[in-house]
């Protein structure tokens, strides 16, 4: 089955610090890609919807400079946190799909744990 | 506005037991509907889609319906294990999407050995 693939898993690192996750689709082309948020015991937020080539369109109250996301080609996306702070700390996910698998599940990466001390 | 609730937020259930998931919808124009399974601190394992003309999905121990005039789901585990528990999350994609999907505020499942 498809695979994406996110890294990295854990991460802690210091306040004013900013830091890149990577979300890779193993073996299909993701023309589209979703970062969500996820708080302690809550569902997930979406923060931003990456096509391929083009750029994100974030969610209402997602600050787009903040999180600065990339998607320039169709196996890579990659979230920024731009100086990050300890609020910024929570687990990331991506999930990415492809136009021709609109029918299909879209598929997980693992996330990322952020720490920000 | 599509919200997707999830009954009951937690179920601690004993091994062994047949037991029912419920995932309830707002807006009946979905594209498809898709149950997934969390452990805790990891990503998303996806177990049953089903499609707006599709009535139930069926995988394993797992049975998934769909009765969209209703705006209902369930999800179905036969012969509860301790390996099942985790959170059940439910997302509905509507018609008009992105590919985005809406998502209940899942089930966390505990089976006690």
């Known amino acids: 089955g498809a695979v994406v693939s996110q890294h990295p898993s854990w991460v802690i690192c210091k306040s004013g610090t900013s830091v890149k996750i990577e979300c890779r689709s193993l073996d299909f082309q993701a023309t589209t890609m979703f970062w969500y948020r996820q708080f302690p015991k809550q569902s997930l937020m979406l923060m931003a919807t990456s096509n391929e080539g083009s750029k994100a369109t974030y969610e209402q109250g997602v600050e787009k400079d903040k999180f600065l996301i990339n998607h320039a080609s169709l196996t890579l996306s990659t979230l920024t946190v731009t100086s990050a702070h300890p609020e910024d700390s929570s687990f990331y996910i991506c999930s990415a799909t492809h136009a021709d698998r609109g029918n299909q599940p879209q598929h997980f990466g693992d996330g990322t744990r952020l720490s920000i001390l | 506005k599509q919200e997707v609730t999830q009954i009951p937020a937690a179920l601690s259930v004993p091994e062994g037991e047949n037991l029912v998931l419920n995932c309830s919808f707002t807006?009946?124009?979905?594209?498809?509907l898709q149950w997934f399974r969390q452990d805790p601190g990891k990503g998303l394992t996806s177990l049953l889609l089903?499609?707006?003309s599709q009535r139930e999905q069926t995988s394993g121990r797992l049975n998934a319906s769909l009765d969209k005039s209703s705006g209902r789901s369930t999800l179905y585990i036969a012969a509860s294990q301790p390996g099942d528990s985790a959170t059940y999350l439910c997302a509905v994609r509507n018609q008009d999407s992105n590919y985005q999907l809406i998502w209940g505020a899942g089930t966390k499942l505990i089976i006690k050995p």
């Open positions: 807006d009946s124009a979905i594209y498809n």
């Open positions: 089903i499609q707006s």
